[in-house]
């Protein structure tokens, strides 16, 4: 008795959503669909492109993943590790399916061959993500290789654009001045959404005003009260150098990449100082070096 097919042998296979589930049919090879019990695991997912996520166009892929024809996802084994994943896309084909059923939607998976926006960024080398989760908290995906199997199907190695171990809650209760302590909460929540948003260029602007509030909480000497974060972190490589500083060295070097990726996001001008638009990748280090600027002073 042959084995009865799975999601994992097939092209193609066609879906019909239910009140409360979905169900699934494979095409066998007698011509006819057969069910799959249980259904196989499947998650929605929409394709952004590098530019739309370095410049926050990620409505028209949030469009696709909440509208009624999202691109689907199945995840395969792979021995790469976490946080990584490996999956399959399919994406509705159009043309009538076999039994006529209008219920049935056909889903083909993504071949190297297919004329699918991400298979043609790969091609040019070009960075590609997908986004999948929910309405209000989506989750990305970049793109790290794409093998072929036999068929010709792709299987797409994915790596979450996120921080790995989530932010951590600062203890701002530390500050004593109600002013300061208020607008330091507002800053780090500001990146916390950032970071939710996926928005690389809000969460260098909250990374920037975050330091700024810090530095003028934090230093034996900030200075004058005009004084912008440039001058803020001389005062602090000074107290640094007098090895004085509630600070770390490494806090320090982290603010100032915060200030110099805060220039280019202030003056579109200055990407060239950088080489490239903030990668989303990019400003999540930038993330993480605001936690260690905040151990640094205690209060995480």
Known sequence: MNAPLTIQDVSEFYLAEDQASFHVRLPGLDGR??????????????????????????????NVLNGPYPLLMHDVPHSFG?????????????????????NWIRYLATTSRAPYRWIEDLGHAEPGYFLTGLPNAPELWEISSCERDPADRCV?????????????????????????RTEAQ???????QAVVAHNPYALVNSAASLSEALLRIFLAAPGPARSNLSDLL????????????????????????????????????????IGRPINPRL?????????EVLASVGLV
């Open 186 to 192: 507002q800053h780090w929540a500001n990146l916390e």
């Open 283 to 291: 400003a999540l280090s930038i993330a993480e070096g605001m936690v």
């Open 33 to 62: 669909l057969h069910p799959v019990i249980p259904a196989p695991p499947l998650t929605k997912a929409a394709y952004a492109s590098a530019y739309e996520v370095c410049s926050r166009q990620l409505q028209p892929a949030q």
């Open 234 to 273: 001389d005062s602090l490589k000074r107290e640094l150098d007098k090895s004085n500083s509630a600070f770390s060295p490494l806090s320090y070097h982290f603010m100032q990449a915060v200030r110099i990726m805060h220039q280019s996001t202030q003056h579109p001008g200055r990407v060239a100082g």
């Open 156 to 180: 797409f190695v994915l790596s979450p654009v996120r921080l790995p171990h989530g932010l951590p809650t600062p203890d701002f209760t530390k500050i004593a001045d109600p002013i300061l």
């Open 82 to 102: 976490a946080p990584f994943r490996a999956v399959r896309i399919f994406s509705r084909y159009v043309p009538p399916i076999p039994d006529g059923s209008a």
